[in-house]
């Protein structure tokens, strides 16, 4: 298949199914969310020709051309992280840069069977940040992609678990993946396994749930707490790892909470201090502040507070300065535009609230761009012609980075 043929499946495309169903599971999507989303893992063989995405030659170009620094790259060998000074080096004249990739370094270390980890592929590598973007709000969570580019017969980390689900995509060579069920179930953020090191060690030497090697084209699943270890086999393995970050229940809670004691600063018996002499607060107090705040739970409203957060977790669509610049300079009233992609855009109250920032707009306009927001989200990426905005209003967003050119 063409790689114009990968970009078409990568927005959902076949068959009106997206990422999840027609390249990384052979199971129905309702199926996958009743029976394996965030309980069981799964092995798909033979999923997709990943090849449009990512391979050997994406490698050697984003160490070796790119200029990448180090945040996005680590080195692991032996189950540890190797220090940043061992594969960087200074960006040479002209650029006060001292943590810029060093291509020999990292052939000397790779050869000496180290694992490269390209991190955050989303951001230098656009195929994947295309897959990514897609998948992202197919699955209603943050996602991001690092790949591993293991030397044959080596292992870049030891049996661990992570915080967040995974889809591993295998790329190129074969890797022998050693799965274990969770020791603590569906870990939060910060409940990592290393809080857990014997336990993790003493379920690793029991029998696996999978032990299989993965060939180009499988996909391998994992919820968040799901212990593996994987060693590449004859050849270079290079996978890519889809990471989810799950949301919870509990990051929920934590929001409810914070709009709780948000709400709770403006009533003036809290914040009134506690009698002279007092060293804590007594029985009929507590019992008082109690009676509040479960009063306060049915006034407060954590929505804006989520969105807040959720506009923290990933950035717009890719906008071109120049080219947004030359658009809108060039403006007619036949010109297509269309909402940027990955905004986050909800009006809160009367203010659109959006991932580049926030807009306050007459009664007249607020509606016109409520009903370009308010589109089922499959619709939000069609494009519409700049009078029927009117081409003003289209100047602005186009200006705030609000739209974008459309598809002529």
Do not use: C
């Not at 915080?163 to 074969?174: A, E, K, N, P």
């Not at 593996?228 to 970050?245: F, Y």
């Amino acid at each position: 298949m063409s790689a114009a043929g990968h970009a078409r499946e990568d927005s959902g495309a076949r068959e009106g199914t997206g990422v999840l169903a027609s390249r990384l599971i052979d199971i129905d999507r309702k199926r996958f969310g009743e029976e394996y989303w965030a309980r069981r893992a799964l092995l798909t063989r033979g999923a997709s020709d990943f090849s449009d995405i990512f391979s050997a030659d994406a490698v050697d170009e984003l160490v070796s051309r790119r200029g990448l620094r180090s945040p996005f790259l680590r080195v692991a060998k032996d189950g540890a992280t190797l220090p940043t000074a061992s594969f960087t080096s200074g960006a040479g004249v002209g650029a006060t840069i001292s943590d810029q990739l060093d291509d020999t370094a990292l052939w000397r270390q790779f050869d000496d069977g180290a694992t490269l980890v390209l991190q955050a592929l989303q951001r230098t590598w656009d195929p994947i940040g295309r897959l990514v973007s897609t998948l992202n709000d197919e699955l209603g969570s943050p996602v991001q992609a690092n790949a591993y580019i293991t030397p044959p017969q080596n292992q870049g980390f030891d049996d661990h678990y992570d915080v967040h689900d995974v889809f591993v995509l295998q790329i190129s060579g074969t890797k022998r993946w050693v799965i274990h069920e969770p020791v603590f179930p569906d870990p939060l953020r910060d409940q990592p396994w290393t809080d857990r090191r014997e336990q993790v060690s003493a379920a690793a030497a029991t029998e696996p749930a999978i032990d299989a090697v993965l060939e180009p084209g499988d996909v391998l699943y994992l919820p968040r707490g799901w212990l593996h270890a994987a060693q590449a086999q004859g050849e270079v393995s290079i996978h890519v790892t889809l990471g989810i970050h799950n949301r919870t229940a509990y990051a929920v809670a934590e929001e409810i909470t914070a709009s709780l004691l948000r709400e709770l600063r403006d009533d003036p018996e809290l914040r009134r201090s506690l009698p002279l002499g007092q060293r804590g607060p007594d029985p009929a107090t507590i019992a008082a502040i109690t009676a509040r705040m479960r009063e306060a739970l049915d006034e407060v409203d954590p929505g804006p507070g989520l969105h807040r957060i959720r506009r923290t977790e990933a950035r717009p669509a890719p906008l071109g300065p120049l080219a947004q610049r030359r658009f809108t300079s060039e403006l007619h009233p036949e010109s297509i535009v269309r909402l940027r992609g990955g905004l986050e855009a909800r009006f809160v109250g009367d203010r659109l609230m959006t991932r580049v920032g926030w807009m306050d707009f007459s009664d007249d306009d607020r509606e016109v761009v409520r009903r370009l927001v308010d589109r089922e989200p499959a619709d939000r990426s069609d494009s519409v012609r700049a009078e029927a905005l009117g081409v003003e209003l289209a100047k602005r967003l186009l200006r705030a980075g609000v739209l974008v050119p459309g598809d002529n």
